[in-house]
């Protein structure tokens, strides 16, 4: 997979250098390349937003520096509005190597340059917490793209019209918030996309079961707690079922707990799930 993530702060994405996702780069899993949106700028102060339409607080990100940008990333040429009024809608475009961003899509003689399309199609992903929820099943189903770009708003977040523009242009164009609270921008929720996407590529995992029982993959329950030895600490026991080494035991305990918990922690979870989730055992629980 390769990820472009534009920003006005690149530098934030240097976290994923660390840890469990830097090992993926290193391994080859992954390529990640974090953009300055600034670097498509052309005036002097390097400016990205300007005061909204029908006026109001904050500023909104500028639809044409967005456009160089993603256009030069994605290998698409600008679309020809020249003709008289009605856009010219172009649906076929070529992917430039995801290695390089600022490499021209298209050769001086109108050839494109890579027309092996290595990286597949990428879709474009832009965080906007009045989006719809991003979801365990929207990370398992990005996790079999081959290449991702996010564009990260500040402020009042970018021209509505970028998005729609590549969606008219065939691209796919996803839109996602993080959660019912607002952020100062998109770079954080990125990262978070990023890191429950990524997780699941195929090979990422040391332990591919530890992707299996967790919350919110099989069935959308809470997962039981856990522990580790001493069984008895600072006068909290862990329960006997546990250290019975009766795995028929412990596995009712842990699907009771977790039933217990989500009825009690997130009932709307309970309310989602299909009766066929739930064997004659759980609704005795
Ligand atoms: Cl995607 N962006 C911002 N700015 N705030 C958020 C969010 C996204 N999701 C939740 N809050």
Redesign the pocket.
């Known amino acids: 997979m390769h990820i472009d993530i534009v920003s006005v702060f690149p530098e934030y994405f240097d976290v994923l250098k660390l840890s469990l996702l830097g090992k993926a780069q290193q391994r080859g899993l992954l390529t990640v390349t974090a953009h300055n949106l600034r670097d498509w700028t052309h005036d002097v102060h390097h400016s990205v937003d300007d005061t909204p339409v029908g006026g109001g607080a904050g500023m909104v990100m500028k639809p044409e520096i967005w456009a160089q940008c993603l256009d030069d990333i994605m290998g698409l040429e600008p679309a020809d509005f020249s003709a008289d009024g009605e856009p010219v809608l172009s649906r076929d475009f070529h992917l430039v190597p995801a290695t390089g961003a600022q490499s021209p899509a298209v050769a001086p003689d109108g050839q494109p340059t890579d027309a092996t399309d290595t990286h597949g199609r990428p879709i474009l992903i ?4 009045s ?1 719809p ?2 979801t365990q099943a929207d990370a398992t189903d990005l996790s079999h793209a081959e290449r991702l770009v996010f564009g990260c ?2 402020y009042e ?1 970018i021209d509505a019209r970028v998005p729609e523009y590549y969606a008219r242009q065939g691209v796919e164009v996803r ?12 770079e ?3 990262s978070a ?1 990023i890191e429950a996407i990524v997780r699941l590529i195929p090979g990422f995992m040391g332990n591919p079961e530890s992707i299996v029982e967790e919350s919110y993959t099989g069935d959308p329950l809470l997962e039981h707690r856990q522990f580790t030895r001493p069984t008895a600490w600072r006068g909290l026991a862990v329960s006997d079922v546990l250290t019975s080494g009766d795995h028929g035991r412990v596995d009712r305990f842990r699907r009771d707990e977790a039933l217990e918990r989500t009825s009690r922690i997130r009932p709307d979870l309970i309310e989602r799930l299909d009766c066929k989730e739930l064997s004659k055992n759980d609704r005795k629980t």
């Open positions: 832009f965080p906007n917490p989006a929820l991003f708003g500040r977040g839109e996602y918030s993080i959660g019912d609270y607002v952020l100062n921008g998109g954080v929720a990125v996309m």
